[in-house]
Nanobody
């Protein structure tokens, strides 16, 4: 049973920083792409950033230059360093892992940016 456990969300003032972590466990196979998505109230879930096992990254235009995704393959953990946070970054952030052709999701962690 694959589980993804996120941590690091919270409340921060605009301009501040937060670091999210997501640890995956229970997989007998290698995790290929890992990523972060977010969903604000009334909005659809959207891509924030992804990273392949080899370290190639992709970011949404709204977070480029402010957020950095990284991963530690030895720990099956992905991180999201979020700097210069804006009120529009407020959302529930979800971790995602792709194993073979299956998608796995974390339970989500709330990030709230006050103005």
């Amino acid at each position: 049973q694959v589980q993804l456990v996120e941590s690091g969300g919270g409340v921060v003032q605009a301009g501040g920083s937060l670091r999210l972590s997501c640890a995956a466990s229970g997989s007998r196979f290698s995790i290929s792409t890992m990523g972060w998505y977010r969903q604000a109230p009334g909005n659809q879930r959207e891509l924030v950033a992804t990273i392949t096992r080899g370290g190639s990254t992709d970011y949404s235009d709204s977070v480029k230059g402010r957020f950095t995704i990284s991963r530690d393959n030895t720990k099956n953990t992905v991180y999201l360093q979020m700097n210069v946070l804006k009120p529009e970054d407020t959302a529930v952030y979800y971790c995602n892992a792709v194993i073979w052709t299956n998608d796995y999701w974390g339970q989500g962690t709330q990030v709230t940016v006050s103005s």
